[in-house]
């Protein structure tokens, strides 16, 4: 059974940074794309970046500069540091195959707020 386990978010004021961290099992991260995704309320969800088994990496336009994605072999776990924080940063963000391939986990809230 496939599970990706999303933690690291928190309450963080604007500016600030925070590392997400998407703890696989019953997958190795390496062999595919995996995804961070997020959803604001009111908000449909969105892809925030990727990063391919060749370790290419993608990032929408909202997060470039700011957000970087990586991902642990050892640990088979996809990380996403992210600095300068914004209020528009505040979702719910969660981890998945790219396409998505398994059911929504719970995600971590990351709120930014002063």
């Known amino acids: 059974q496939v599970q990706l386990v999303e933690s690291g978010g928190g309450l963080v004021q604007p500016g600030g940074s925070l590392r997400l961290s998407c703890a696989a099992s019953g997958i190795i991260v390496r062999f595919y794309a995996i995804g961070w995704y997020r959803q604001a309320p009111g908000k449909q969800r969105e892809l925030v970046a990727a990063?391919?088994?060749?370790?290419?990496?993608n990032y929408a336009d909202s997060v470039k500069g700011r957000f970087t994605i990586s991902r642990d072999n050892a640990e088979n776990t996809v990380y996403l540091q992210m600095n300068s924080l914004l209020p528009e940063d505040t979702a719910i963000y969660y981890c998945n195959r790219r396409p998505i391939t398994y059911s929504w986990g719970q995600g971590t809230q990351v709120t930014v707020s002063s």
């Open positions: 990063i391919s088994s060749g370790d290419t990496v």
